[in-house]
């Protein structure tokens, strides 16, 4: 109902997972950090606990599509059983066939056993996630602690992470389960979204939905994050109702009246504060009430759908460093002298401080662009950007979707002990890729970026004069002849500007005629990642492989 009054293309808000809407806070990339760490360790458990709705069940489906070849993975979704159901169940994910009506734990076991020393020997790894930890029994996790008993001298056979929430870790104080306790390797608390990133999240969804407009102002945020503790279910949920309310009162944006309204609607009626400890109900409610629907960031989407967002152009520039610490860099990432020959790790380098990471790689992105830029003279690196034509894109993809843009990339990626730190993708083959990595220059294999990098980038862009985010039958403008005339040059077709200026059904099935040739998904809509695809085409971008079409 009010999607056509807001000019929403989806709903915003909608409790349905869409991989589209996905937002990762600092904070769910540390937790996905801390997931990786798990797969990749040589034992021992990982624990990441999280208050209901803050995204535990989906950083862990995120965490399974980058998931090595080489891992076998047992994903328990329901730890609610007897120790017999859950072997049995862990037999099932793994592919094991065991004996139909065994009643025998010793069997189960000696079965699991074998199969971890026969992937062992093949050289994979076997890996058990276990969520909604909270409701195991304690002879349960006790039988758990006794599958990792199994190793080798470098390394237990069976890695295991447990997903729960918080009182997971008050049953852990038991003395009964204090040798599991101790096996636990890793810790990570999922907390709610902060304010800043609140507000981030919900500009974040209605931009994906189409919207630039700021719908929430400053003051009804506020109350967004009062009345919903930070917690993503509750404030997708608030804001749906909210926005249907406002629809109904004919405004334009949604008034702290209205928000108050639609929070009693979901909720029921309260008073007080909410701090981001929820009260004990309210968690109650929001698990109930939209377990089924993982609304926070949509399940699967690294490797298959990933994000079509052009961020406002101050909405990625940071403050990075104090002026006297980015003085500390001393010298011009474009002087970096060259690792040498052979292949080398994807690993920042001690000689260098790892806080001016971010500052370094976007040097050397706008290197690649012959562009000259310093955070301390310039300021921050897309506001820069800007003055300079360009428009920063911040995205979550895969390596496909690198290919397909074909341009050089700030990645962010994570060292051994989950880190976060900053280097520039240059250029791109099959199987190498190419790196500025401080002021070093690296060249590591595929496989090896791959297992450092969870799909977050940042590129630069140029977008046609007076580009106002999109595209729509009708439209008119500078930016519209741009698009005619460059498509035209690409497909070989005539253009004449005369009485051409505006974008309609033909131009349209011409948009999709050149979305299917390139790969991309042919909405027939020219979207960033559309005139992106078209500017490399027409090489007028620094192109991160020579050929722009993926394997």
């Known amino acids: 109902m009010y999607r056509d009054y807001f000019g929403f293309?989806?709903?915003?808000?909608?409790?349905?997972?869409?991989?589209?809407?996905?937002?990762?806070?600092?904070?769910?990339?540390?937790?996905?950090?801390?997931?990786?760490?798990?797969?990749?360790?040589d034992g021992g458990f990982v624990l990441v606990t999280g208050e209901v709705g803050a995204g535990k069940t989906t950083i862990c489906r995120c965490l399974l599509e980058q998931i090595p070849q080489d891992v076998?993975?047992?994903?328990?979704?329901?730890?609610?059983?007897?120790?017999?159901?859950?072997?049995?169940?862990?037999?099932?994910?793994?592919?094991?066939?065991?004996?139909?009506?065994?009643?025998?734990?010793?069997?189960?076991?000696?079965?699991?056993?074998?199969?971890?020393?026969?992937?062992?020997?093949?050289?994979?790894?076997?890996?058990?996630?276990?969520?909604?930890?909270?409701?195991?029994?304690?002879?349960?996790?006790?039988?758990?602690?006794?599958?990792?008993?199994?190793?080798?001298n470098e390394r237990k056979l069976l890695q295991i992470i447990m997903l729960g929430q918080p009182e997971f870790q008050r049953i852990l104080l038991m003395p009964e389960l204090r040798q599991f306790a101790q096996r636990i390797t890793a810790r990570y608390h999922l907390d709610s979204l902060s304010p800043q990133e609140m507000t981030a999240y919900v500009s974040h969804r209605l931009a994906v939905a189409g919207v630039d407009e700021q719908l929430f102002p400053p003051a009804t945020l506020r109350t967004l994050f009062r009345l919903s503790g930070g917690v993503p279910r509750l404030i997708n949920v608030i804001c749906e109702r909210a926005l249907l309310g406002a629809y109904v009162q004919e405004d334009k944006i949604v008034k702290k009246s209205t928000l108050k309204r639609a929070a009693r609607e979901v909720l029921g009626d309260f008073q007080g504060h909410r701090s981001r400890t929820m009260a004990p109900f309210l968690w109650a409610f929001a698990g109930a009430a939209f377990l089924a629907a993982g609304v926070v960031f949509g399940l699967g989407y690294y490797q298959k759908?990933?994000?079509?967002?052009?961020?406002?152009?101050?909405?990625?520039?940071?403050?990075?460093?104090?002026?006297?610490?980015?003085?500390?860099?001393?010298?011009?990432?474009?002087?970096?002298?060259?690792?040498?020959?052979?292949?080398s790790s994807l690993t920042w380098p001690d000689s260098q401080p790892i806080t001016l990471s971010k500052i370094m790689a976007f040097q050397s992105l706008f290197d690649l662009w012959g562009i000259a830029y310093s955070s301390q003279e310039y300021g921050d690196a897309c506001p820069y950007a800007a003055q300079n034509g360009l428009r920063c894109l911040f995205k979550r993809g895969s390596l496909g979707s690198l290919r397909r843009y074909n341009r050089p990339a700030v990645l962010t990626l994570y060292d051994d002990n989950g880190q976060t730190f900053y280097a520039t993708l240059a250029a791109l083959e099959k199987e190498t890729a190419f790196f500025m990595v401080g002021l070093e220059k690296r060249t590591v294999p595929v496989k090896?970026?791959?297992?450092?990098?969870?799909?977050?980038?940042?590129?630069?862009?140029?977008?046609?004069?007076?580009?106002?985010?999109?595209?729509?039958?009708?439209?008119?403008?500078?930016?519209?002849?741009?698009?005619?005339?460059?498509?035209?040059?690409?497909?070989?077709?005539?253009?004449?500007?005369?009485?051409?200026?505006?974008?309609?059904?033909?131009?349209?099935?011409h948009i999709r005629e050149f979305q299917e040739a390139e790969g991309l998904e042919p909405d027939g809509i020219p979207g960033s990642q559309t005139l992106i695809v078209l500017n490399s085409v027409m090489g007028k971008a620094p192109l991160l492989e020579q050929s722009v079409k993926d394997d």
């Open 9 to 41: 293309k989806k709903n915003p808000f909608s409790i349905a997972p869409d991989p589209h809407f996905l937002y990762m806070s600092g904070r769910h990339r540390e937790a996905l950090a801390h997931l990786l760490y798990g797969v990749n360790s």
């Open 72 to 152: 076998d993975v047992a994903f328990i979704l329901n730890p609610k059983v007897t120790t017999l159901e859950l072997l049995a169940t862990i037999c099932d994910e793994f592919g094991l066939s065991y004996p139909e009506g065994n009643s025998s734990i010793k069997l189960f076991v000696d079965i699991i056993n074998h199969f971890l020393l026969d992937a062992f020997s093949k050289g994979r790894r076997a890996v058990l996630i276990i969520d909604e930890a909270q409701g195991m029994d304690i002879n349960v996790l006790e039988q758990i602690r006794l599958l990792t008993n199994l190793e080798t």
């Open 305 to 343: 759908a990933g994000l079509e967002y052009t961020a406002p152009l101050d909405e990625r520039s940071e403050n990075f460093l104090a002026p006297q610490a980015q003085a500390d860099i001393g010298a011009d990432v474009s002087a970096a002298a060259p690792d040498p020959d052979g292949l």
């Open 448 to 509: 090896e970026l791959e297992s450092r990098w969870l799909g977050e980038f940042t590129l630069l862009w140029q977008a046609p004069a007076e580009y106002q985010g999109g595209f729509q039958l009708g439209d008119s403008g500078p930016a519209v002849s741009w698009l005619k005339q460059n498509l035209a040059q690409v497909q070989g077709r005539e253009f004449h500007p005369e009485g051409n200026s505006v974008f309609d059904e033909v131009d349209s099935r």
